[in-house]
């Protein structure tokens, strides 16, 4: 049963960029589906971008297509999510979550992930 640390956020400006990462323990993340999501106050959570580690196969929102790209290492069992331009909308708590590839489920529905991290906090102002 893995484990998620999540780690990166912090309090930026407009433009600014910031990298997060996603520290899977407990296990190997391959072959998983890792997603990162965000929740800002007041809004549900929604998925950012997700990618399954054995192909590469990644999909991002079309909010953050163009300034956010992932990257895995595996030897690190880390994902990363590299968060350029950076906008005020862009606030909000990121979280980390893991899907077996072979779940079922939508990459974009969060019922199909069943490891969470913690959070890390990204604020743009």
């Known amino acids: 049963h893995v484990q998620l640390v999540e780690s990166g956020g912090a309090s930026v400006q407009p433009g600014g960029s910031l990298r997060l990462s996603c520290v899977v323990t407990?296990?190997?993340?391959?072959?998983?589906?890792m997603g990162w999501w965000r929740q800002a106050p007041g809004k549900q959570r929604e998925p950012v971008a997700n990618?399954?580690?054995?192909?590469?196969?990644?999909y991002y929102v079309d909010s953050v297509k163009g300034r956010f790209t992932l990257s895995q290492d595996n030897a690190k069992n880390t994902v990363y999510l590299q968060m350029n331009c950076l906008k005020p909308e862009d606030t909000a708590m990121y979280y980390c979550?893991?899907?077996?590839?072979?779940?079922?489920?939508?990459?974009?529905?969060?019922?199909?992930?069943?490891?969470w991290g913690q959070g890390t906090q990204v604020t743009v102002s």
């Open positions: 407990g296990g190997s993340f391959l072959p998983y589906l």
């Open positions: 990618v399954y580690t054995s192909s590469g196969s990644a």
């Open positions: 979550a893991a899907s077996p590839e072979d779940n079922y489920g939508s990459r974009t529905w969060p019922g199909r992930y069943n490891a």
